[in-house]
């Protein structure tokens, strides 16, 4: 047997095809970072020189959102009221019946209803928003009004409604995974002592996993906020403030979606306050989705001691 | 150490042909086994040979476990066990289960023993009951402090005490106990030990165990299982001295390949 030394090439690591390739990746990923922090860069520099014609303390405390108006006002207070409106309706409609969903998903479907339903819940994730939309407007408006004629055609109990079934899937899926979180001895350990399997569910195993479910929750909730598109088409985007869901709700995104429309000339105040108000939703929506991340983690870890005994 | 017969007692819990497969995969295999009235049954074999899962069958716990069936029958008092119209809950609270792992409620220990009689519906105060189990199980001596402590902070034979005391506050027909010394030292098994010996008045008491000699200290009567199999069945003296079958020689020898 002879030996035969060791050649010198391309497997090694430091020659030229896969120093080559390294560069390439580290390019792309440096791209996509640097584009996104241009876009975070240009709406916090827009904002603050809008906060230097206009005071934060006007734009956070006034209640008139009307820049366009003869007299205009720049309190952000009713956009964020219409946003947190849409965003809680919508949410608190959801949770009942994506939590119970989840419930039923991981311990009552067998394999064939579960498959199934899975696909039906991950189908609802993929319908564009503007299919919702028209969905609102065209059928869930309707069939409200009929029911309950001093309703408006655009109002804030569809968008609540059409919003809260786009989010149904956040709270299915992610729900369904804070129940994995929790150790499958604990139902058993339950049952076994002769509880019946609700009560076991009820009392240990949802409340083992609340933080997992909040967090979900709170990531729907998010992407309600974040949510454009149905709002604008169920809600309409009225001028004046609205505190009342029978009519149309003004939120921080449909007032974004329709002054892009427009034509604000570029470097006026009005233009400067679209980018306050874009940095207000990205702040609120990057806050919650990093709460709901950690909440979620926070479940992975188990929180047994939620446990109602 | 005067040994009953397995003799004509009455049988508590009994198998016929008790086949449990998950996801088609036969774990017990055509199984007929009695457990008579007030005795204490031990079923002995190698790891993966089915104990659990024949202990498991006896208060219908295989049901939770998504791909399991069941055929074959098993009869409690004479009656199907797994007839659709049976309360599963009252089942399990006359056939009571300890796991090889617990899993303890971290709450305290009274939360703990409670939460069976809670679930059973037992109104009004629990402490006498929380404590008459407690007390046989040696947790229990008079002092409150042990009722607040959290059940986590119990050392492992503790804990594995108390989660006897849990199935025996519902004051259950029959206990299975699933390799109730694994992982304690010796001191804390043989606590264990002794709860069992004396518990052989209580209730009847099905355990598996890993530890043969355990079976030969505790048990009127022993079950060889091998493979998914029930290869002897006997007087536990009768199966440890005299054992008809070859493989439960061999297992009992450690000359099983």
Redesign the interface.
Known sequence: MTATALSRGAGNPRSPGERFGKHVLFTCAALSALLGAAVIVVVALETVRFFGRVSPARFFGGLTWAPLAEEPGFGVLPLIAGTAQIAAGATFLALPVGLLTAVFLRYYAGGRTASVLNAVVTLLACIPAVVYGYFALNYVTPAIRSVWPGVEGFNGISACLVVGLMILPTIVLLSREALGAVPNSLLEEGVALGATRRRVLVRLVVPAAAVGIAGSVVMAAARAVGETMIVTLAAGNPTGPTWNPLEGVRTLTTFLAQASLGDIPTGSIEYGACFAVAAVLFLLTCGMHAAGRALMARGQRGTLGAVRL | MVMSAPGPALPVLSTERLTVRFDGRAVLKDVSIEIPLGRVVSIIGPAGSGKTTLLRSF?R?NE?I??AKTAGTVHFQGVDLYDADID???V??RI??V?Q???L???SVF??V???L???GVEGDLHGLVEEALTVVGLWSGGAEVLDARALDLTAGEQRRLSIA??LA?KPDCLLLDEPTAALDPAASAKVESIIHALRHECTIVLATSDHTQAGRLSDLTAYLDSGRLMEYGATQELFTNPRNERTESYLTGRLP
């Open positions: 208060n716990m939770l998504p791909g599963q809950a009252e399990r609270r009571g289960m796991f792992k617990a899993t409620f971290p709450k939360d703990n409670a939460f069976g809670r679930a059973k849990r199935a519902l």
